[in-house]
């Protein structure tokens, strides 16, 4: 019985983190239809940034800020740089554009930083919480809190604000959108400043569990885009039910299958969206842009 509840634990804390690299991929995915591959970038930016900043002597929360500051105007200039200027291109070519830049991010990344691993400090210390029988690291409360926080916060943004509501609309029908008096290219741009403060989010949330380096996102953004694609992609609340979905299979997969497998469940949750449900659990059967 404990186990299972470690297991379910543990699976719930990683999958929150590849909830808001799926929510990033879908927030960027409604308002342009780029499927953004350096979204894993984005994560490891936010932690990577952390502790470097953190090692200059700022205090975490100065940290953490500047970490989010600093991958948001990556995610700007990402825009600005990349997407902008390809409007109009194919699907094909936004997603290569999109790979290169993920590219370059971690070489970038690389000569800015170094190629070891790093960890934060947990935010309320490591002591363990007994939780029938299973242990409960403060940490996992922090990644759960603040993904919760920032769902919630992106579905008030998004349900109650003017903003957000033409973020909804250009989401919706872009030609229709723009008819109407509404700037899509602000809102393209919002959605990658504002998917960039969620990756950054998540990296911070997670370094200190898991040891963060210039190619730590590349696996993130794999199974981020694994677990959009499962809950359908264009679907936020479909994003984070299909990341807590794959963390849980990859945590209960490794504990009863084998460990050596656990990064292959992303793959075969792929294949079998790809194969058995197209539209994704939570998506529409079919989707039209006019």
């Known amino acids: 019985m404990s186990e299972s509840i470690q297991f379910l634990i543990s699976g ?19 308002a342009s239809d780029v ?18 900043a953190a090692a ?3 205090s975490l929360p100065v940290a953490a800020l500047i970490a ?13 740089c990349a997407i ?44 363990p919480v007994n939780v029938l029988g299973a242990a409960l690291q403060p940490q996992s409360l922090w990644v759960l809190g603040g993904t919760a926080f920032i769902v919630v916060v992106l579905y008030i943004f998004l349900e109650l604000t003017v ?4 973020v909804r609309a250009t989401a919706a029908n872009r030609l229709a959108a723009r008819l109407v008096g509404i700037n899509t290219a602000t809102v393209m741009m919002l959605a990658f ?15 200190p569990i898991t040891l963060t380096s210039y190619d730590a996102g590349t696996m993130l953004a794999l199974k981020g885009f694994a677990a959009a694609m499962l809950g359908g992609i264009g679907n936020p609340l479909g994003a984070v039910a299909g990341g807590l979905l794959l963390g849980l299979l990859e945590s209960f997969g490794a504990g009863y299958v084998s460990s050596t497998y656990k990064d292959g469940f992303a793959f ?11 539209q994704g659990l939570f998506g529409r059967r079919s989707v039209e842009r006019v």
């Open 12 to 30: 719930l804390t990683i999958g929150a983190v590849y909830a808001l690299v799926a929510l990033g991929f879908t927030l960027i995915y409604n």
């Open 84 to 127: 902008a200027p390809a409007r109009g291109a194919s699907a094909v070519t936004l997603i290569i554009i999109t790979i290169g830049a993920s590219i370059f991010l971690r070489g970038l990344a690389q000569v800015m930083f170094d190629k070891q691993f790093h960890k934060l400090p947990s935010f309320s210390g490591d002591a």
């Open 35 to 52: 499927v953004n591959f350096a979204q894993g970038e984005f994560v490891m930016l936010g932690g990577m940034v952390t502790v470097f």
């Open 68 to 80: 989010i500051i600093v991958t948001i105007v990556v995610g700007l200039l990402l825009y600005w």
């Open 268 to 278: 075969i949750v792929i294949l079998v969206v790809l194969f058995a449900v197209p």
């Open 163 to 166: 903003v957000g509501k033409a």
């Open 193 to 207: 400043g504002g998917s960039a403060a969620i990756g950054a989010a998540a990296g911070i949330l997670v370094t």
């Open 56 to 58: 200059a002597g700022f």
